[in-house]
C-alpha cells in the first residue's frame, strides 16, 4: 500500500512523511479515525514507506524488495493481530484470507470481515490472550529482513482484559520494533493502552476527496459522484457500498415510508415493505443509513443552521414540510433505532418483521410533536 493509493488525507500523509524522515517514529502508535477514513490503508501505508529501501520525499518506491511484499502484505515482518471468532482460528492462521480481503477493499469494517469469515451464528469479534502472548513471543523474535519489524493490532478496542498482558510491550517494544494499532473510538480503549501509545488522529474524508476517488477509480459520473459523496458523510467504505446499490430510487422511498408511519395505513406500509424486502441486504442496510441522514438534515432545518444542509432541492422541499414532526428527544430514539436496525440487518434478521416494527416505532415517535405545519 502507498500513500498515493490513500484516498484525500493529503496533510496527514505529509506529518507522517516528515515524522519518519525526521527520524521521530515512535515505536507504538495508535492511528485512531472514523470507519471509511482509510486509518488502516495509512498505517499499513507508513509502515511501507518506514521499511522502503529506497523511499523518495513523498512516497515508497514501490519497486523495492520490501516494497513489493509489503504490496501483497506477505512481507515476513509485517504481523497482522485482527478480530477473529472463537473458536475458529487465530490471526496468523487467517493471514490468506486477511490479505484476500483487504487487498480487495483496504476500507473494510471489523463486520465485513468477519462476515467473509463465514460467520452465520454472528458472533462478535474478539481478540484473545492467547493473540496476544503471540504478539509478545513473535516480536521478541529478531527481524528476518525489515528495517521495522512491523505489528498491526487492528481494532484494540476489543483488547478488555487481555490487553494489560501486553501493557509492558507497548510501554517498550524491543528495539527495531513498530507497533500500529488501528481503531476507531479511543473512549473503547484501555486508558492504560493509550498512555502508551503516540495517537494519530486520522479525520473522516472530505465529500471532494470522496467524490473524485469515485471519479478517478470508479469512472462514475459528476452527478452521481457527488450524491454519493454527500450521502456517505466522510466513510469511503459507505460510498463503495452505495456506489454499488442503486441509490437513486432513495427519496421516493424514504418519502413514501414517512407517509405510510405517519398515516399507519397498513396496507399502504405492507406493500411499501414488501417492495423493501425484494431489495436485498446491502440495500436495506444503505437505505436506513440515508434515512438517519434525512432525520438529521430535518432536525438541522428546523433548529440548526440551514448553510449545513447537504440535501438536494426535492430532498429539502420534503424535509421543510416534514420537520414540524422532529424535536431533539424523538431524533435521538429514531436515530438509536435505526442503528440497531442496521446491526440487525447485518446480523440476518428478517427484514419484513424489521421493517413493520421500525414502521410502527417511527409513526408513534414522530406523533409525539404536536403538528406545526
Ligand atoms: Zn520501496
New binding site residues.
Given amino acids: 500500500m502507498r500513500f498515493k493509493e490513500i484516498i484525500g488525507q493529503k496533510e496527514l500523509i505529509h506529518k507522517l512523511i516528515a515524522m519518519a524522515n525526521g527520524g521521530r517514529i515512535s515505536h507504538t502508535q495508535l492511528f485512531v479515525g472514523p470507519e471509511g477514513s482509510g486509518n488502516l490503508a495509512l498505517a499499513i501505508a507508513f509502515a511501507q514507506y518506514v521499511n522502503?529501501?529506497?523511499?523518495s520525499v513523498d512516497d515508497?518506491?514501490?519497486?523495492?524488495l520490501?516494497?513489493i511484499k509489503f504490496d501483497k502484505l506477505i512481507h515476513p515482518d509485517l504481523h497482522f493481530t485482527i478480530p477473529t471468532i472463537s473458536p475458529i482460528k487465530k490471526s496468523n492462521e487467517l493471514a490468506e484470507d486477511w490479505r484476500e480481503e483487504f487487498l480487495k477493499n483496504p476500507y473494510l469494517n471489523e463486520f465485513e470481515w468477519l462476515n467473509s469469515l463465514d460467520n452465520k451464528a454472528n458472533k462478535q469479534g474478539n481478540i484473545t490472550a492467547e493473540e496476544c502472548r503471540d504478539i509478545i513471543h513473535r516480536l521478541a523474535l529478531t527481524s528476518y529482513e525489515a528495517k521495522f519489524k512491523t505489528q498491526i493490532i487492528w481494532q484494540p478496542e476489543l483488547l478488555v482484559k487481555e490487553g494489560n498482558i501486553l501493557l509492558k510491550l507497548l510501554e517498550e517494544p524491543p528495539v527495531g520494533t513498530l507497533i500500529i494499532m488501528v481503531g476507531s473510538n479511543t473512549e473503547k480503549i484501555l486508558p492504560t493502552i493509550l498512555s502508551r501509545a503516540q495517537t494519530i488522529k486520522v479525520p473522516k474524508l472530505k465529500d471532494e476527496e470522496i467524490s473524485e476517488a469515485l471519479i478517478v477509480l470508479h469512472q462514475c459520473d459528476y452527478q452521481k459522484a457527488s450524491d454519493i459523496a454527500r450521502l456517505s458523510d466522510g466513510n469511503y467504505n459507505f460510498a463503495l457500498s452505495l456506489l454499488q446499490t442503486d441509490h437513486d430510487g432513495y427519496f421516493e422511498r424514504y418519502s413514501t415510508w414517512m407517509r405510510c408511519c405517519f398515516s399507519g395505513k397498513m396496507d399502504e406500509l405492507q406493500k411499501w415493505v414488501d417492495e423493501m424486502v425484494d431489495t436485498g441486504r446491502e440495500y436495506v442496510k444503505n437505505f436506513m443509513g440515508y434515512t438517519s441522514q434525512m432525520m438529521r438534515a430535518a432536525f438541522i432545518y428546523k433548529y440548526g443552521d440551514q448553510k449545513l444542509l447537504r440535501v438536494n432541492t426535492t430532498e429539502l422541499a420534503f424535509i421543510s414540510k416534514f420537520s414540524a414532526f422532529i424535536n431533539g428527544d424523538n431524533l435521538s430514539e429514531i436515530l438509536k433505532t435505526l442503528d440497531d436496525s442496521v446491526i440487525q440487518a447485518e446480523r440476518n434478521a428478517n427484514v419484513k418483521i424489521l421493517f413493520l416494527n421500525l414502521s410502527l416505532y417511527i409513526g408513534t415517535q414522530l406523533k409525539r410533536v404536536p403538528k406545526q405545519a
Avoid: A, D, I, K
Fill in positions: 522502503c529501501l529506497t523511499p515508497s518506491c514501490g519497486e523495492c520490501s516494497c
